[in-house]
Nanobody, 123 residues
Framework: QVQLVESGGGLVQPGGSLRLSCAASGRTFSSYAMAWFRQAPGKEREFVASISAGGINTYYANSVKGRFTISRDNAKNTVYLQMNSLKPEDTAAYYC????????????????WGQGTQVTVSS
């Protein structure tokens, strides 16, 4: 069992930056692939980025590639999402998730979910 708690969301102007954090409970954090998804009002939850258990391999949605960076610190049981050059279309609730497979982008591939943190990009 893994419990996930996201933080770091907020209101930011277009072009600005935010860093999201996801703190995980449990001693098996380092065995899970981790990912971030997002969901805007009226839209499906969509894949943003993922990172393998050891942190070697990362994957990004085309819409965020070059602007967002996912990373993890297994000693701190934490995964991060650094978001730069934010756009209004990045506005969404962002969810942290854990799964057993690396490099997958479907939400049903992931087993544990946090409650989400809201990111609003607006001037």
């Amino acid at each position: 069992q893994v419990q996930l708690v996201e933080s770091g969301g907020g209101l930011v102007q277009p072009g600005g930056s935010l860093r999201l954090s996801c703190a995980a409970s449990g001693r098996t954090f380092s065995s899970y692939a981790m990912a971030w998804f997002r969901q805007a009002p009226g839209k499906e939850r969509e894949f943003v980025a993922s990172i393998s258990a050891g942190g070697i391999n990362t994957y990004y949605a085309n819409s965020v590639k070059g602007r967002f960076t996912i990373s993890r610190d297994n000693a701190k049981n934490t995964v991060y999402l650094q978001m730069n050059s934010l756009k209004p279309e990045d506005t969404a609730a962002y969810y942290c998730t854990a799964g057993s497979r690396s490099g997958v982008t479907a939400k049903y591939d992931y087993d544990y979910w946090g409650q989400g943190t809201q990111v609003t990009v607006s001037s």
